[in-house]
Protein backbone atom coordinates (compact mmCIF):
# COMPACT_ATOMS: atom_id res chain seq x y z
CA UNK A 1 0.00 0.00 0.00
CA UNK A 2 1.17 3.38 -1.12
CA UNK A 3 2.56 5.36 1.74
CA UNK A 4 0.19 9.03 2.29
CA UNK A 5 2.14 12.19 3.92
CA UNK A 6 1.36 12.55 7.01
CA UNK A 7 -0.35 15.59 8.79
CA UNK A 8 2.24 17.91 10.89
CA UNK A 9 2.41 16.53 14.31
CA UNK A 10 0.01 18.48 16.62
CA UNK A 11 -2.34 19.05 14.06
CA UNK A 12 -5.85 18.48 14.07
CA UNK A 13 -7.88 17.17 11.33
CA UNK A 14 -11.89 17.28 10.76
CA UNK A 15 -13.76 14.91 9.24
CA UNK A 16 -17.95 16.18 8.82
CA UNK A 17 -18.55 14.39 11.99
CA UNK A 18 -15.79 15.87 14.23
CA UNK A 19 -16.65 19.09 12.15
CA UNK A 20 -19.99 18.75 13.92
CA UNK A 21 -19.16 19.12 16.89
CA UNK A 22 -17.00 22.04 16.75
CA UNK A 23 -19.95 23.71 14.80
CA UNK A 24 -21.93 22.97 17.67
CA UNK A 25 -19.48 24.15 20.38
CA UNK A 26 -19.14 27.46 18.40
CA UNK A 27 -23.31 27.82 18.24
CA UNK A 28 -23.16 27.05 22.17
CA UNK A 29 -20.59 30.09 22.72
CA UNK A 30 -22.29 32.27 20.23
CA UNK A 31 -25.54 31.50 21.88
CA UNK A 32 -24.39 32.81 25.56
CA UNK A 33 -22.38 35.19 24.65
CA UNK A 34 -24.80 37.09 22.79
CA UNK A 35 -27.15 36.54 25.71
CA UNK A 36 -24.63 39.15 27.40
CA UNK A 37 -24.69 41.19 24.58
CA UNK A 38 -21.03 40.45 23.64
CA UNK A 39 -20.06 41.01 19.60
CA UNK A 40 -17.92 38.41 17.92
CA UNK A 41 -14.29 40.04 16.68
CA UNK A 42 -11.04 38.71 15.63
CA UNK A 43 -7.45 39.37 14.82
CA UNK A 44 -4.78 37.86 12.75
CA UNK A 45 -3.24 35.03 12.80
CA UNK A 46 0.45 35.96 12.34
CA UNK A 47 1.76 38.60 15.15
CA UNK A 48 5.70 39.87 15.66
CA UNK A 49 6.91 38.07 18.82
CA UNK A 50 7.80 41.33 20.76
CA UNK A 51 3.90 41.92 21.20
CA UNK A 52 4.21 38.64 23.64
CA UNK A 53 7.51 39.08 25.14
CA UNK A 54 6.73 41.34 27.77
CA UNK A 55 2.73 40.53 28.58
CA UNK A 56 3.12 36.45 28.28
CA UNK A 57 5.05 35.04 30.27
CA UNK A 58 8.78 33.52 29.86
CA UNK A 59 7.48 30.05 29.28
CA UNK A 60 4.93 31.05 26.67
CA UNK A 61 7.62 32.82 24.35
CA UNK A 62 10.22 31.14 24.79
CA UNK A 63 9.04 27.22 24.50
CA UNK A 64 5.53 27.31 23.31
CA UNK A 65 5.25 30.20 20.32
CA UNK A 66 5.93 28.75 16.86
CA UNK A 67 8.81 31.83 15.88
CA UNK A 68 10.97 32.01 12.78
CA UNK A 69 11.86 35.40 10.70
CA UNK A 70 9.69 36.61 7.94
CA UNK A 71 11.24 37.48 4.68
CA UNK A 72 11.94 40.83 5.91
CA UNK A 73 13.80 39.92 9.02
CA UNK A 74 10.95 40.59 11.85
CA UNK A 75 10.56 37.52 13.95
CA UNK A 76 6.80 36.60 13.35
CA UNK A 77 5.07 33.96 15.43
CA UNK A 78 1.45 32.15 15.02
CA UNK A 79 -0.52 33.57 17.70
CA UNK A 80 -0.38 31.27 21.06
CA UNK A 81 -2.98 33.18 22.51
CA UNK A 82 -5.50 36.81 21.67
CA UNK A 83 -5.13 38.70 24.84
CA UNK A 84 -2.30 40.77 23.47
CA UNK A 85 -3.62 41.51 20.33
CA UNK A 86 -6.91 42.18 21.96
CA UNK A 87 -4.67 44.99 23.87
CA UNK A 88 -3.02 46.55 20.43
CA UNK A 89 -6.37 46.63 18.74
CA UNK A 90 -8.46 48.79 21.41
CA UNK A 91 -5.29 50.40 21.66
CA UNK A 92 -5.26 51.63 18.11
CA UNK A 93 -8.84 52.83 18.29
CA UNK A 94 -8.80 53.68 22.15
CA UNK A 95 -10.52 57.57 21.30
CA UNK A 96 -13.33 55.59 18.77
CA UNK A 97 -14.55 53.48 20.69
CA UNK A 98 -17.51 53.16 22.82
CA UNK A 99 -16.90 51.61 26.33
CA UNK A 100 -17.36 49.40 28.24
CA UNK A 101 -16.26 47.05 25.23
CA UNK A 102 -18.50 43.92 25.13
CA UNK A 103 -15.97 41.19 22.86
CA UNK A 104 -15.61 37.53 22.02
CA UNK A 105 -13.80 35.63 19.26
CA UNK A 106 -13.49 31.93 17.89
CA UNK A 107 -10.71 31.19 16.52
CA UNK A 108 -7.40 28.65 16.15
CA UNK A 109 -4.38 28.90 17.59
CA UNK A 110 -0.66 27.16 17.92
CA UNK A 111 1.46 26.42 20.58
CA UNK A 112 4.73 24.25 20.34
CA UNK A 113 4.03 21.62 22.88
CA UNK A 114 4.00 17.95 23.63
CA UNK A 115 0.91 15.97 22.20
CA UNK A 116 -0.88 14.35 24.45
CA UNK A 117 -4.72 13.60 25.58
CA UNK A 118 -6.55 17.21 26.17
CA UNK A 119 -2.96 19.25 24.29
CA UNK A 120 -2.50 19.29 20.92
CA UNK A 121 -0.52 22.30 18.78
CA UNK A 122 -2.89 23.16 17.22
CA UNK A 123 -6.59 24.37 18.62
CA UNK A 124 -9.34 26.27 19.01
CA UNK A 125 -10.41 29.06 21.49
CA UNK A 126 -13.02 30.77 22.84
CA UNK A 127 -11.63 34.30 24.32
CA UNK A 128 -14.08 36.49 26.04
CA UNK A 129 -13.58 40.36 27.20
CA UNK A 130 -15.36 43.01 28.99
CA UNK A 131 -13.18 46.13 28.73
CA UNK A 132 -13.21 50.10 29.86
CA UNK A 133 -14.88 49.03 33.84
CA UNK A 134 -12.93 48.57 36.59
CA UNK A 135 -15.29 46.94 38.76
CA UNK A 136 -16.29 43.66 40.90
CA UNK A 137 -19.75 43.63 38.99
CA UNK A 138 -17.78 43.70 35.58
CA UNK A 139 -15.10 40.99 36.58
CA UNK A 140 -18.52 38.93 38.29
CA UNK A 141 -19.78 38.99 34.84
CA UNK A 142 -17.03 37.23 33.02
CA UNK A 143 -17.55 34.48 35.85
CA UNK A 144 -21.00 34.36 35.09
CA UNK A 145 -20.54 33.94 31.02
CA UNK A 146 -18.09 30.74 31.69
CA UNK A 147 -20.89 29.60 34.37
CA UNK A 148 -23.70 30.23 32.12
CA UNK A 149 -21.97 28.41 29.22
CA UNK A 150 -21.19 25.28 31.40
CA UNK A 151 -24.48 24.96 32.63
CA UNK A 152 -26.25 25.51 29.04
CA UNK A 153 -24.10 22.68 27.73
CA UNK A 154 -25.43 20.70 30.30
CA UNK A 155 -22.83 20.17 33.06
CA UNK A 156 -24.04 20.16 36.78
CA UNK A 157 -21.81 21.70 38.91
CA UNK A 158 -20.66 18.12 40.88
CA UNK A 159 -19.06 17.51 37.07
CA UNK A 160 -17.64 21.07 36.38
CA UNK A 161 -16.86 24.05 39.08
CA UNK A 162 -15.24 27.45 38.31
CA UNK A 163 -12.36 28.17 40.54
CA UNK A 164 -11.62 31.72 42.11
CA UNK A 165 -9.04 33.35 43.70
CA UNK A 166 -8.02 37.14 43.92
CA UNK A 167 -4.50 38.41 42.91
CA UNK A 168 -4.10 41.32 45.41
CA UNK A 169 -5.84 39.53 48.51
CA UNK A 170 -2.82 36.81 47.69
CA UNK A 171 -0.25 40.24 47.09
CA UNK A 172 -1.69 40.71 50.98
CA UNK A 173 -1.56 37.61 52.56
CA UNK A 174 1.94 36.95 51.18
CA UNK A 175 3.81 40.17 51.95
CA UNK A 176 2.19 39.20 55.65
CA UNK A 177 4.48 36.24 55.49
CA UNK A 178 7.21 38.75 55.54
CA UNK A 179 8.13 37.28 51.28
CA UNK A 180 9.84 40.09 50.01
CA UNK A 181 7.66 41.99 47.15
CA UNK A 182 10.71 41.31 44.45
CA UNK A 183 9.90 37.64 44.90
CA UNK A 184 5.91 37.94 44.33
CA UNK A 185 6.11 36.66 41.22
CA UNK A 186 8.30 33.79 41.99
CA UNK A 187 5.75 32.82 44.71
CA UNK A 188 3.10 33.01 42.11
CA UNK A 189 4.29 30.93 40.10
CA UNK A 190 5.81 28.40 43.24
CA UNK A 191 1.70 28.15 44.03
CA UNK A 192 0.69 28.01 39.92
CA UNK A 193 2.86 24.91 39.81
CA UNK A 194 1.43 23.67 43.33
CA UNK A 195 -0.56 20.43 41.75
CA UNK A 196 1.87 19.89 39.44
CA UNK A 197 4.63 18.51 42.02
CA UNK A 198 4.79 16.41 44.97
CA UNK A 199 4.79 17.88 48.73
CA UNK A 200 8.49 17.91 48.65
CA UNK A 201 9.47 18.83 45.70
CA UNK A 202 7.28 22.19 45.85
CA UNK A 203 8.78 22.93 49.40
CA UNK A 204 12.08 22.28 48.11
CA UNK A 205 11.01 24.93 45.09
CA UNK A 206 10.28 27.02 47.45
CA UNK A 207 13.45 26.76 50.06
CA UNK A 208 15.72 27.02 46.31
CA UNK A 209 13.90 30.47 45.59
CA UNK A 210 14.92 32.03 49.21
CA UNK A 211 12.07 31.05 51.09
CA UNK A 212 12.39 30.59 54.52
CA UNK A 213 10.75 27.12 56.38
CA UNK A 214 8.60 29.81 58.28
CA UNK A 215 7.44 31.24 55.11
CA UNK A 216 6.69 28.05 53.18
CA UNK A 217 4.81 26.60 56.35
CA UNK A 218 2.65 30.19 56.21
CA UNK A 219 2.09 29.57 52.08
CA UNK A 220 1.22 26.06 52.75
CA UNK A 221 -1.63 27.51 55.89
CA UNK A 222 -2.79 30.24 53.43
CA UNK A 223 -3.40 28.31 50.44
CA UNK A 224 -5.55 25.58 52.82
CA UNK A 225 -8.10 28.19 53.39
CA UNK A 226 -10.91 28.58 52.02
CA UNK A 227 -12.39 31.39 53.26
CA UNK A 228 -9.58 33.87 52.44
CA UNK A 229 -12.41 35.51 50.65
CA UNK A 230 -13.99 36.93 52.97
CA UNK A 231 -11.71 39.13 53.81
CA UNK A 232 -12.02 40.52 50.21
CA UNK A 233 -14.29 43.02 49.49
CA UNK A 234 -14.02 42.56 45.69
CA UNK A 235 -14.80 38.85 46.15
CA UNK A 236 -17.57 39.17 48.39
CA UNK A 237 -19.61 41.34 46.35
CA UNK A 238 -18.38 38.86 43.19
CA UNK A 239 -20.13 36.08 44.85
CA UNK A 240 -23.00 38.04 46.02
CA UNK A 241 -23.69 38.79 42.18
CA UNK A 242 -22.93 35.44 41.36
CA UNK A 243 -25.88 34.18 43.73
CA UNK A 244 -28.15 36.79 42.33
CA UNK A 245 -27.51 35.17 38.50
CA UNK A 246 -28.67 31.90 39.90
CA UNK A 247 -24.86 30.31 39.17
CA UNK A 248 -23.31 30.47 42.62
CA UNK A 249 -23.44 26.46 42.82
CA UNK A 250 -21.09 26.51 39.86
CA UNK A 251 -18.57 28.61 41.40
CA UNK A 252 -16.46 28.06 44.60
CA UNK A 253 -13.46 30.31 46.19
CA UNK A 254 -9.97 28.32 46.04
CA UNK A 255 -6.76 30.15 47.38
CA UNK A 256 -4.37 27.77 45.37
CA UNK A 257 -5.79 29.55 41.71
CA UNK A 258 -3.17 32.24 40.79
CA UNK A 259 -2.97 31.34 37.10
CA UNK A 260 0.75 31.22 35.16
CA UNK A 261 0.08 34.51 32.86
CA UNK A 262 2.19 37.62 34.47
CA UNK A 263 -0.65 40.37 33.11
CA UNK A 264 -3.43 39.30 35.41
CA UNK A 265 -4.20 41.74 38.11
CA UNK A 266 -7.23 40.83 39.86
CA UNK A 267 -9.32 38.39 40.13
CA UNK A 268 -7.98 35.01 38.69
CA UNK A 269 -10.60 31.86 37.84
CA UNK A 270 -10.55 28.76 36.47
CA UNK A 271 -12.85 25.86 35.74
CA UNK A 272 -12.25 22.46 36.37
CA UNK A 273 -13.33 19.07 35.73
CA UNK A 274 -14.46 17.75 39.51
CA UNK A 275 -14.31 14.12 38.05
CA UNK A 276 -10.41 14.04 38.91
CA UNK A 277 -8.96 14.27 35.47
CA UNK A 278 -7.26 17.25 37.08
CA UNK A 279 -7.25 19.92 34.17
CA UNK A 280 -8.53 23.17 34.06
CA UNK A 281 -10.80 23.58 30.77
CA UNK A 282 -11.34 27.17 31.01
CA UNK A 283 -9.25 30.25 32.49
CA UNK A 284 -9.15 34.24 32.95
CA UNK A 285 -8.74 37.35 35.11
CA UNK A 286 -8.62 40.71 35.44
CA UNK A 287 -6.38 42.67 33.92
CA UNK A 288 -5.01 46.48 34.03
CA UNK A 289 -2.12 47.19 31.91
CA UNK A 290 -2.39 45.22 28.80
CA UNK A 291 -3.92 48.52 26.55
CA UNK A 292 -0.82 50.41 28.26
CA UNK A 293 1.51 48.05 27.27
CA UNK A 294 1.18 47.91 23.68
CA UNK A 295 1.37 51.84 23.41
CA UNK A 296 -2.03 52.46 24.57
CA UNK A 297 -4.19 54.80 27.84
CA UNK A 298 -4.26 52.43 30.71
CA UNK A 299 -7.84 50.61 30.83
CA UNK A 300 -9.12 48.34 32.86
CA UNK A 301 -10.16 44.60 31.51
CA UNK A 302 -11.16 41.05 32.49
CA UNK A 303 -11.82 38.01 29.95
CA UNK A 304 -11.45 34.53 29.69
CA UNK A 305 -10.08 31.90 27.19
CA UNK A 306 -11.57 28.33 26.52
CA UNK A 307 -9.59 25.72 24.47
CA UNK A 308 -12.18 23.31 22.28
CA UNK A 309 -9.53 20.04 22.62
CA UNK A 310 -9.96 20.11 26.54
CA UNK A 311 -13.20 21.11 26.69
CA UNK A 312 -14.43 18.44 23.61
CA UNK A 313 -13.35 15.45 25.74
CA UNK A 314 -14.87 16.63 28.90
CA UNK A 315 -17.88 16.97 27.24
CA UNK A 316 -17.41 13.47 25.49
CA UNK A 317 -16.27 12.04 29.26
CA UNK A 318 -19.88 13.42 30.84
CA UNK A 319 -22.26 11.91 27.38
CA UNK A 320 -23.08 15.55 26.31
CA UNK A 321 -21.43 15.90 22.58
CA UNK A 322 -24.79 16.39 20.53
CA UNK A 323 -25.68 12.53 18.54
CA UNK A 324 -26.99 12.02 15.05
CA UNK A 325 -25.19 13.46 11.46
CA UNK A 326 -25.08 17.04 9.80
CA UNK A 327 -27.49 15.28 7.33
CA UNK A 328 -30.66 14.98 9.21
CA UNK A 329 -32.28 17.14 8.90
CA UNK A 330 -31.26 17.14 4.87
CA UNK A 331 -33.46 15.64 2.65
CA UNK A 332 -32.49 12.83 -0.16
CA UNK A 333 -34.49 13.15 -3.53
CA UNK A 334 -33.73 10.02 -5.75
CA UNK A 335 -32.88 9.32 -9.58
CA UNK A 336 -35.48 6.73 -11.20
CA UNK A 337 -33.24 6.46 -14.09
CA UNK A 338 -31.90 8.86 -16.85
CA UNK A 339 -35.06 9.73 -18.27
CA UNK A 340 -36.13 11.50 -14.95
CA UNK A 341 -32.81 13.25 -14.11
CA UNK A 342 -34.33 16.47 -14.70
CA UNK A 343 -37.75 15.87 -12.60
CA UNK A 344 -35.21 14.55 -9.86
CA UNK A 345 -33.34 18.29 -9.91
CA UNK A 346 -36.31 20.62 -10.67
CA UNK A 347 -37.94 18.55 -7.32
CA UNK A 348 -34.55 19.25 -5.62
CA UNK A 349 -34.78 22.55 -6.49
CA UNK A 350 -38.55 23.28 -5.57
CA UNK A 351 -37.36 22.05 -2.07
CA UNK A 352 -34.21 24.38 -1.93
CA UNK A 353 -36.44 27.24 -2.74
CA UNK A 354 -38.87 26.65 0.32
CA UNK A 355 -35.79 26.75 2.40
CA UNK A 356 -35.28 22.75 3.01
CA UNK A 357 -31.64 21.54 2.53
CA UNK A 358 -31.35 18.67 -0.42
CA UNK A 359 -29.09 16.60 -1.90
CA UNK A 360 -30.18 15.31 -5.13
CA UNK A 361 -28.49 11.62 -5.51
CA UNK A 362 -25.95 12.24 -8.33
CA UNK A 363 -26.11 9.57 -10.90
CA UNK A 364 -29.22 6.99 -11.45
CA UNK A 365 -27.77 4.06 -9.66
CA UNK A 366 -30.64 1.79 -8.24
CA UNK A 367 -32.63 2.76 -5.54
CA UNK A 368 -31.86 0.49 -2.80
CA UNK A 369 -28.03 1.47 -3.21
CA UNK A 370 -29.50 5.72 -2.89
CA UNK A 371 -31.63 4.15 0.42
CA UNK A 372 -28.71 2.93 2.06
CA UNK A 373 -26.87 6.30 1.08
CA UNK A 374 -29.13 7.79 2.74
CA UNK A 375 -29.83 5.50 5.79
CA UNK A 376 -25.68 5.46 6.50
CA UNK A 377 -25.73 9.37 5.97
CA UNK A 378 -28.36 9.35 9.02
CA UNK A 379 -30.97 11.44 6.64
CA UNK A 380 -34.45 10.55 7.65
CA UNK A 381 -36.46 11.47 4.52
CA UNK A 382 -36.54 10.90 1.23
CA UNK A 383 -38.16 11.67 -2.08
CA UNK A 384 -39.15 9.45 -5.05
CA UNK A 385 -40.09 10.23 -8.45
CA UNK A 386 -40.58 7.40 -10.88
CA UNK A 387 -42.94 6.67 -13.86
CA UNK A 388 -45.69 6.70 -12.16
CA UNK A 389 -45.47 9.17 -10.17
CA UNK A 390 -43.90 11.75 -12.89
CA UNK A 391 -47.15 10.57 -14.83
CA UNK A 392 -49.77 11.58 -12.06
CA UNK A 393 -47.76 14.41 -11.17
CA UNK A 394 -46.77 13.19 -7.54
CA UNK A 395 -43.89 12.10 -5.80
CA UNK A 396 -43.42 9.28 -2.46
CA UNK A 397 -42.07 10.62 0.44
CA UNK A 398 -40.49 7.93 2.51
CA UNK A 399 -39.69 8.79 6.58
CA UNK A 400 -37.27 6.22 7.61
CA UNK A 401 -37.34 7.20 10.86
CA UNK A 402 -41.24 6.49 11.12
CA UNK A 403 -40.97 3.38 8.96
CA UNK A 404 -43.82 5.31 6.91
CA UNK A 405 -44.42 6.03 3.18
CA UNK A 406 -47.09 8.26 1.33
CA UNK A 407 -47.43 9.02 -2.43
CA UNK A 408 -48.78 12.65 -2.58
CA UNK A 409 -49.85 15.81 -5.12
CA UNK A 410 -46.47 17.39 -6.12
CA UNK A 411 -47.90 21.07 -5.11
CA UNK A 412 -47.87 18.95 -1.50
CA UNK A 413 -44.41 17.80 -1.19
CA UNK A 414 -42.94 21.03 0.55
CA UNK A 415 -45.73 21.16 3.29
CA UNK A 416 -45.15 17.31 3.86
CA UNK A 417 -41.58 17.58 4.09
CA UNK A 418 -41.85 20.26 6.61
CA UNK A 419 -44.72 18.34 8.89
CA UNK A 420 -41.69 15.39 9.17
CA UNK A 421 -39.75 17.98 11.70
CA UNK A 422 -37.09 18.45 8.90
Given at each position: MKATIQAVKGTREFYPETMAVRQWLYGKIRQVAESFGYQEWDGPFLEKIDLYAAKSGE????????????????????????????????????????????????????????????????????????????????????????????????????????????????????????????????????????????????????????????????????????????????????????????????????????????????IVFEAWDMGGDGRAVLGGGHYDNLVADVGGEPLPGVGFAMGDVMMTILLEKYGLLPQGSQLTDTVLVTVFDDTLTGKSIEIANLLRQAGIKVICFPEAVKLPKQFKYSDRMGMRVVVVIGPDEAATGKVTVKDLAKGEQKTIDLGSLVDEVKASGI
Open positions: ELVKEQAFVFPDRGGDMITLRPELTPSLARLIAQKQNELVYPVHWWSFGPFWRYEKPQKGRTREFFQWNCDLIGVNSADADAELVAIAATFIKTVGFTPEQVKIKLNHRKLMEQEIYGLGIDPAMLKSVFRMIDRRDKMSVEAWKNYGSEMGLSSTQITGLTELLGDVSLWKKSPELTRIFDALKRMGIADYVSYDPQIIRGLDYYTG
